[in-house]
T-cell receptor
Framework: AQSVTQLGSHVSVSEGALVLLRCNYSSSVPPYLFWYVQYPNQGLQLLLKYTSAATLVKGINGFEAEFKKSETSFHLTKPSAHMSDAAEYFCAVSLYSGNTGKLIFGQGTTLQVKP | DGGITQSPKYLFRKEGQNVTLSCEQNLNHDAMYWYRQDPGQGLRLIYYSQIVNDFQKGDIAEGYSVSREKKESFPLTVTSAQKNPTAFYLC????????FGSGTRLTVV
């Protein structure tokens, strides 16, 4: 069965430091991969998605993620953290190209940004 | 602006009562979804619908029911059979990726 593992439920960085949020997936077929961000008491917003085109995917707010098939990973990075990046981040996988709404989500990583 | 509207934002229910959560979209998406979110957990799929008058169970459908009579609307009923209904409920629609509403927080009192 497909699954998603986010390593680290909480990550803390200083403002201006590199952000690295880790995501590993298990899949027997080429996956579609997503990163979403959630601010308190709000819905999720799409940051970026991988759909078998370029392995380095650029998203909104300066975030990017690299698909590494050999490592079954899709880690999210941002070169310089801003205070406004503090939120919860979810990695998700879909195995169905015809249904990119039926997703398996990781448990989420809360990003804290310290001044 | 196009988007998904969920109402109410907060909902309190007594044990043994059914309650219906509203979800409306004006994105013209065919597919709609209901996810449940619990603290410290990811989202889990309750029900989804890819076309009007048709819907499928997700991973945790027990104790829930849905209808899809119009393309724009996908209400979720939390029945008294749902053993642990207190959670944050998120509705979404999809074209090439999910677009979420702002959620309904349901508390059983």
């Amino acid at each position: 069965a497909q699954s998603v593992t986010q390593l680290g439920s909480h990550v803390s960085v200083s403002e201006g430091a590199l952000v690295l949020l880790r995501c590993n997936y298990s899949s027997s077929v080429p996956p579609y991969l997503f990163w979403y961000v959630q601010y308190p008491n709000q819905g999720l917003q799409l940051l970026l998605k991988y759909t078998s085109a370029a392995t380095l995917v650029k998203g909104i707010n300066g975030f990017e993620a690299e698909f590494k098939k050999s490592e079954t990973s899709f880690h999210l990075t941002k070169p310089s953290a801003h205070m406004s990046d503090a939120a919860e981040y979810f990695c998700a996988v879909s195995l169905y190209s015809g249904n990119t709404g039926k997703l398996i989500f990781g448990q989420g990583t809360t990003l804290q940004v310290k001044p | 602006d196009g988007g998904i509207t969920q109402s109410p934002k907060y909902l309190f229910r007594k044990e043994g009562q059914n309650v219906t959560l509203s979800c409306e979209q004006n994105l013209n998406h065919d597919a709609m979804y209901w996810y449940r979110q619990d603290p410290g957990q990811g989202l889990r799929l309750i029900y989804y619908s890819q076309i009007v008058n048709d819907f499928q169970k997700g991973d945790i459908a027990e104790g829930y029911s849905v209808s899809r009579e119009k393309k724009e609307s996908f209400p979720l009923t939390v029945t008294s059979a749902q053993k642990n209904p207190t959670a944050f409920y998120l509705c979404a629609s999809s074209d090439r990726a999910l677009t979420f509403g702002s959620g309904t927080r349901l508390t059983v009192v």
